[in-house]
Structures are given as structure tokens and as C-alpha cells.
T-cell receptor, first 118, second 113 residues
């Protein structure tokens, strides 16, 4: 079974500063994918960034980047130049390519509420 | 337009009522999912449908009954629910290969009274 753990229920950051959200996971799979999703008050889950396990290079998307430590099974999200619109619940998620008829399901962490102070 | 549309947005129902949640996607995806999001708990996968066939039921009580008439529509039929079933129910779709590309709806906030 796969597990995803986010140890920070809440985080806060000043506008324009940098914040890092932590995520660890446990799996015996070798072909897997990790995601960070953002859930603002509108409730829709929005994909922020994705990392393929076979890629050593850390993924980046504008102000968002990850620190993927495969051996340590750690997948943290760094938000640079934080903006008020970044305030949301952030979820780390995992999926693996199981093939067959069972594939594509996501396992989520508990979430981290991010507050951005002006 | 999110690509995945869920209705209704809010629902209040009594424990003896029967209601249905609807999810619709026009992204050409082949897999659709129901998730339950409760306060202070990780999202829980409930059901997975792949090409209209149910491929996973994550030990969900029978008072929740999914239906997938085609690859674009997914329903969750509710009957004789309990107050602890109150939660946000999220629908998602994906191309189906577990390669990302998941798109979520905005959910239905369900309150059971």
C-alpha cells in the first residue's frame, strides 16, 4: 500500500517571501508519479506541479519548484515570491503505473493550509 | 469552465432521502473517480471507472451506489445516509494511464441532517 504524509497542517508566509511545504511518501513501486495540488476556497483541485520518479531533475513551474529526494522518499514544494493568490490548501499526491485494469488512482496526503500575509 | 462539472454544488438531505450527485466531463478522458473529502482527513478514493466499467470499490458502504452510463458521465446515488457521510464529494477524470492529467470538479458539499 502507498502512503503520503504531510506533517505540516498549517504554514504561513509573508507576501514575496519563500515557503517550503513538506511531503514524504512510502511505496515499493518503481514507476510512479508525484503531484502537488492546490485547493483554493473555490474547492476545485488544481494541479500545481508533477514529478516523474524516473527523472532526476527537479520539476519547476514558474514560482513553484520541488525538491525530489527519491532515496529519502521526500517531495517538498517550494513557492518563491509568494502571492496572496497562493493561499490555499495544498495536497501532495502519488500514483503509480499499475497497468491492467487498476491504474490512475491518486493517494493524497492530509493537506497543508497555506496562509499568505500581506 | 473547468472541464469537469459537478452538480449540485450544495446538497442538504435527510437520512431517509434519496438523492444523486452528477459529474460530467468533456475532455475525452476514459477514467473517472469519486473521492470523499472530510475535514482533517486525506481525500479518500471511493470508486474508479475505466471505460464505463467499475475497476475499484474502496470498501464503500452500499448506501453509496455509483453509476457510469458512458465515459463522460458519472453519478453517485445516495440513500439512507448517515450524518458522518457529510463531506465534500469530488469527481475527477484522467486519460486513464496514471500519467497525470487528472482534472477535478469543484465538488458537491453534502450535509446529512
Amino acid at each position: 500500500a502507498q502512503t503520503v504524509t504531510q506533517s505540516q497542517p498549517e504554514m504561513s508566509v509573508q507576501e514575496a517571501e519563500t515557503v517550503t511545504l513538506s511531503c514524504t511518501y512510502d511505496t515499493s513501486e518503481s514507476d510512479y508519479y508525484l503531484f502537488w495540488y492546490k485547493q483554493p476556497p473555490s474547492r476545485q483541485m488544481i494541479l500545481v506541479i508533477r514529478q516523474e520518479a524516473y527523472k532526476q531533475q527537479n520539476a519547476t513551474e514558474n514560482r513553484f519548484s520541488v525538491n525530489f529526494q527519491k532515496a529519502a522518499k521526500s517531495f517538498s514544494l517550494k513557492i518563491s515570491d509568494s502571492q496572496l493568490g497562493d493561499a490555499a490548501m495544498y495536497f501532495c499526491a502519488f500514483t503509480f503505473n499499475a497497468g491492467g485494469t487498476s491504474y490512475g488512482k491518486l493517494t493524497f496526503g492530509q493537506g497543508t493550509i497555506l496562509t499568505v500575509h500581506p | 469552465e473547468t472541464g469537469v462539472t459537478q452538480t449540485p454544488r450544495h446538497l442538504v438531505m435527510g437520512m431517509t432521502n434519496k438523492k444523486s450527485l452528477k459529474c460530467e466531463q468533456h475532455l475525452g478522458h476514459n477514467a473517472m473517480y469519486w473521492y470523499k473529502q472530510s475535514a482533517k482527513k486525506p481525500l479518500e478514493l471511493m470508486f474508479v471507472y475505466n471505460f464505463k466499467e467499475q475497476t475499484e470499490n474502496n470498501s464503500v458502504p452500499s448506501r453509496f451506489s455509483p453509476e457510469c452510463p458512458n465515459s463522460s458521465h458519472l453519478f453517485l446515488h445516495l440513500h439512507t445516509l448517515q450524518p458522518e457521510d457529510s463531506a465534500l464529494y469530488l469527481c475527477a477524470s484522467s486519460p486513464g494511464q496514471g500519467l497525470g492529467g487528472y482534472t477535478f470538479g469543484s465538488g458537491t458539499r453534502l450535509t446529512v441532517v
